[in-house]
């Protein structure tokens, strides 16, 4: 899937599937909540974890063969780097693919933490 893709939400606001083109990451998506919207209330979250998971299993069947070749990733406001919810789906076809993703999100996170990424998360201690 190349192009995004909106899904209406049952209280009339809606979420959009963003494909992100990434090296580092192939076959990896955000499913955003509009920042214009303001932040979603506790009904529309459960609803896009639900359509994020669905949807995961959808495109990794049709990408890779197999409905259960993914990994869904919420990052809650003190622990995400951009300002807005959101929920990260990456098609993943191995094990060694879930490793390098790892890999690559605590080499991102460690950079955050030094400062030398922006991050506009809270500083919780």
Same mark, same amino acid.
């Given at each position: 899937?190349?192009?995004?893709?909106?899904?209406? =939400?049952? #209280?009339?606001?809606?979420?959009?599937?963003?494909? %992100?083109?990434?090296?580092? %990451?192939?076959?990896?998506?955000? =499913?955003?909540?509009?920042?214009?919207?303001?932040?979603? %209330?506790?009904?529309?979250?459960?609803?896009?974890?639900?359509?994020?998971? #669905?949807?995961?299993?959808?495109?990794?069947?049709?990408?890779?063969?197999?409905?259960?070749?993914?990994?869904?990733?919420?990052?809650?406001?003190? #622990?995400?780097?951009?300002?807005?919810?959101?929920?990260? %789906?990456?098609?993943?076809? #191995?094990?060694?693919?879930?490793?390098?993703?790892?890999? $690559?999100?605590?080499?991102?996170? $460690?950079?955050?933490? =030094?400062?030398?990424?922006?991050?506009?998360?809270?500083?919780?201690?």
């Amino acid at each position: 899937m190349d192009t995004e893709r909106e899904f209406q =939400l049952a #209280s009339g606001n809606k979420c959009t599937l963003h494909p %992100i083109n990434n090296d580092l %990451i192939p076959n990896y998506y955000v =499913l955003a909540f509009p920042k214009t919207q303001g932040q979603p %209330i506790a009904t529309e979250i459960t609803e896009m974890l639900n359509i994020g998971t #669905s949807y995961a299993q959808k495109l990794a069947f049709d990408v890779l063969g197999d409905a259960e070749a993914f990994t869904v990733l919420y990052s809650g406001y003190s #622990s995400r780097r951009e300002k807005g919810w959101h929920v990260h %789906i990456v098609l993943l076809g #191995s094990r060694w693919k879930k490793a390098w993703l790892y890999l $690559v999100l605590a080499g991102k996170n $460690v950079v955050q933490a =030094l400062g030398l990424r922006k991050d506009d998360a809270p500083r919780l201690q």
